[in-house]
């Protein structure tokens, strides 16, 4: 019995592009040559690794020599921030990120903390925005790396990528943004926003897993990641993941033609979602900004209901949905973004991302909130802190 | 008609493994879940070697196990009850002198507890779990936990506090299994962890050193040395901190008596530990309280007011004959026929009539 299942969870992961597939799969048979040798067969792989090198810059305003192929968004990130540190150490070892940031970036800021790099983690404000003027007062004269992401990854929102470029750019600084979630969804130019590092992955907008990349600003001293062959200018050896590639330049040049669409197309299910939910599910809060938020993401906190057991109905219904973020889901543990941006611990784990695409549809969405809304009052019938809730005896505190 | 729901506690081992399989053959509709409790701190030391059941590979075979049986598997987080209701008692009961199980904790708090009311409200009807012991229902009405037919591996002792309305909605599958069966039940099937090892042990203290544990918990304000003394008062010489002693111990005193000595009482209010020989660690009766009455309704009792039975005064212990009687609100005093030894407070008496759990509370010191 396969049941119709309800995906949402698109910050989490997305579905290949059946177009991507089939860009990939001759670089799988015919076309597996090495794209290092001589020979045409090699020659073939070596084109289209150019091909899809070049689609990557041109939708971010950046030259060819400025993309890096990556195993996905993780070593981007680590390598930005590592490499740039190591590179730099004698100009100083001071970096500013945020608390929200993905945990590829805060974990990499922890082991350059533990060798003797030190590391400002900005707070953000109540929906989840760093503030510019605090990252400007955070920089010191040994700052060397300023790392901020695009789009959060849990709560959605946007971070003032410019303004914190016009700061770097300003101070010469240098500044790393993650775009893991935002690249393929919103337009990125970065030179209009003076990004030195980005990073990216495939997955996250109907690409293959396991490839990404990194763009750094050519200038930008760096240190290389693998050590081996002339892959990657030397800085990321290895054999390229040609189907990968291949599948990532593809799926790239899907997203950046159907942007426009797609996202309208998001935000219209989203905001139904929102309105949906607000308006039928008592004591519910949307978790991030509502206006500076990608199109895809919807966050809520439900009170008196323990995310987990959300997840777990929802999942028996066939409705694929997330507490936060993927790689902490199975240790169920309040998201630092939702402590972040001051929840308390017991309402920041009664929260539910639901990530939209364009292949979701309105009835999805009915679908959805009419499962969310039998199951949290469901679980709230259940709870004896919303049993004294409702008899009065605890006050009621706003969220 | 609707399949019945169950939740499997599954700890990633072979108990758990075949009780879920076997509850998928009787027709339920079967759901593993996987607690997590302690992941925190072990994760925090790589390398170390996992203990117990509910480590980080326990999800990663648990996981692997639902697979194989083609059944949905979740990991809930129970860190924040096991902290509070096992770890915190636990190091507690060490500062005032008493020596804790554990176990007792978990499965009352936790696994039952928690897991129930959490499996309930995912639309469970039952929880389940791996544990060599058998739930009935008796004609007096009652649940009942009773041995299961392994005698070498029963495991009720640490299941004496399971509540009727708890028992109402538990099963045991493997309880009536030899230890044995299930290992080839487990291997005829193939499943993946059909070889593992049995976890031993307290799970969260993987290298027993539990006064280290304590330590490290209480930031090294357990309470520290103080005097060895005799039950007349006289000092003996020095000790490490009450919390590296339980009743009945005689190893590790560093102690030169010319005669074998065991302590007999430990006393946190003056930081002593009492120290005796061999007849002063024997009891002839014991005094428990927090009783929870299981095969036996409170007051079923003969006419002189009393109950034999067969009372286990830890996990280990044979068990003694006695008699039992109520001695106070949610008290029960249990008389041996021969003195046993080293009755220690804080750990639990579990008391037995044909195989059943009467009964049992928590040790108290007089």
Known sequence: MKRH???????????????????MLPYFSEQYGNPSSIYSVGCAAKE??????ETIASTLGAKTNEIYFTGGGSEADNWALVGVAEAYAEKGKHIITSKIEHHAVLHTCQYL????????????DENGIVKPEEVERAIRPDTILISVMFANNEIGTLQPVREIGEIAKRHKTLFHTDAVQAYGHVPIRVDELHIDLLSASGHKFHGPKGIGFLYLR?????????????QERGRRAGTENVPGIVGLG???????????????REKELRDYLIGRMEKEVPYCRLNGDRERRLSNNVNFSFRFVEGESLLIMLDMKGICASSGSACTSGSLDPSHVLLAIGLPHEIAHGSLRLT?????????????VDAVKEIVAKLRDMSPLYEDFQKGKSAPERI | MRKKKVVVGMSGGVDSSVAAYLLKEQGYEVIGVTMQIWQEEAQEKPGREEGGCCGLSAVEDARRVAQFLGIPYYVMNFR???????????VGEYLHGRTPNPCIACNRYVKWESLLHRSLAIGADYIATGHYARVERLANGRYAICHSVTAAKDQTYALYSLTQEQLAHTLMPIGSYEKDKIRSIARELGLPVANKPDSQEICFIPDHDYAGFIDRETKGQAPGPGNFVTAGGETLGVHKGITHYTIGQRKGLELAMGRPVFVTQIRPETNEVVIGEGEDVFSKELLCGQVNYMAMEEGELDAKGTRRAVAKIRYAHKGAGCRIEKAGEGRIRCTFEEPVRAVTPGQAVVFYEDGYVLGGGTIIRE
Request: hydrophobic share 40%.
């Open chain 1, 356 to 368: 939209v695409s364009a292949e979701n549809t309105r009835e999805e969405m009915d679908e959805t």
């Open chain 1, 250 to 264: 593809r799926a790239a040049q899907l997203a950046f033609s159907r942007m426009e669409e797609n996202g309208a």
């Open chain 1, 113 to 124: 903390e533990k060798r003797g790099y030190e590391v400002t983690y900005l707070d953000v």
């Open chain 1, 218 to 230: 050519a200038g930008v001293k760096m240190r290389a990641f693998l050590h081996g062959g002339q």
């Open chain 2, 80 to 90: 924040k009850e096991f902290r509070e209701k096992v770890v915190d008692y636990f």
């Open chain 1, 48 to 53: 289209a690794v150019i091909k899809a090198r």
């Open chain 1, 5 to 23: 299942v309800i995906y949402l969870d698109n910050a989490a992961t997305t579905r290949t592009a059946p177009e991507a597939v089939e860009a």
